[in-house]
T-cell receptor
Framework: AQSVSQHNHHVILSEAASLELGCNYS??????LFWYVQYPGQHLQLLLK??????LVKGIKGFEAEFIKSKFSFNLRKPSVQWSDTAEYFC????????????FGKGTMLLVSP | DAGVTQSPTHLIKTRGQQVTLRCSPK?????VSWYQQALGQGPQFIFQ???????QRGNFPDRFSGHQFPNYSSELNVNALLLGDSALYLC???????????FGPGTRLTVL
């Protein structure tokens, strides 16, 4: 079975700092990769996804992620964070043949101070 | 266009009781998945319904059961509640082969 590991449970940054959240997965075959975000009091929302093709994926709100197959990683990045990026971020994987069911990491809580 | 809706928002039960949670998928979606999110954890897959059948199941005991109706809405039932069942229960809907799931706001279940 596949699993997802997120390196940091809590990250605190100042506005305009750069962000990188780590995500590694364990599965030997092809996977689909996702980053979801949960803003305070809101639903889980999809930030970006990777199925195939260009390993550098751009999502909403200036976020991007890079799939590095050799490292089983899918790290999330943003060059300059804003206070409104304060949220919990979840990395997730699914199998292309797995009826879209998601396996999530434990999440990273990002706090951006103004 | 309404997104995924869930009811109730909050629920308090005692050990041994049974509970039913409800979900209406996003318009045009035919697949409903349920997830359990314990405090400080990521969501864990419970099961998925498609064409009124349970299509896939995660590592949850038989106390967790579900149903999907002809209008694609779904219920999650949990019998013989345990304290450890306290969690946020998320419903997600999807359609097609691109694996994007849309999540509802969740039902917060507290078992005392």
């Amino acid at each position: 079975a596949q699993s997802v590991s997120q390196h940091n449970h809590h990250v605190i940054l100042s506005e305009a700092a750069s962000l990188e959240l780590g995500c590694n997965y364990s599965y030997g075959g092809t996977v689909n990769l996702f980053w979801y975000v949960q803003y305070p009091g809101q639903h889980l929302q999809l930030l970006l996804k990777y199925f195939s093709g260009d390993p550098l994926v751009k999502g909403i709100k200036g976020f991007e992620a890079e799939f590095i197959k050799s490292k089983f990683s899918f790290n999330l990045r943003k060059p300059s964070v804003q206070w409104s990026d304060t949220a919990e971020y979840f990395c997730a994987v699914s199998l292309p043949s797995g009826y879209s069911t998601l396996t999530f990491g434990k999440g990273t809580m990002l706090l951006v101070s103004p | 266009d309404a997104g995924v809706t869930q009811s109730p928002t909050h629920l308090i039960k005692t050990r041994g009781q049974q509970v039913t949670l409800r979900c209406s998928p996003k318009s045009g979606h035919d697949t409903v998945s349920w997830y359990q999110q314990a405090l400080g954890q990521g969501p864990q897959f419970i099961f998925q319904y498609y064409e009124e059948e349970e299509r896939q199941r995660g590592n949850f005991p038989d106390r967790f059961s579900g149903h999907q109706f002809p209008n694609y809405s779904s219920e999650l039932n949990v019998n013989a509640l345990l304290l450890g069942d306290s969690a946020l229960y998320l419903c997600a809907s999807s359609s097609g082969s691109y694996n994007e799931q849309f999540f509802g706001p969740g039902t917060r279940l507290t078992v005392l």
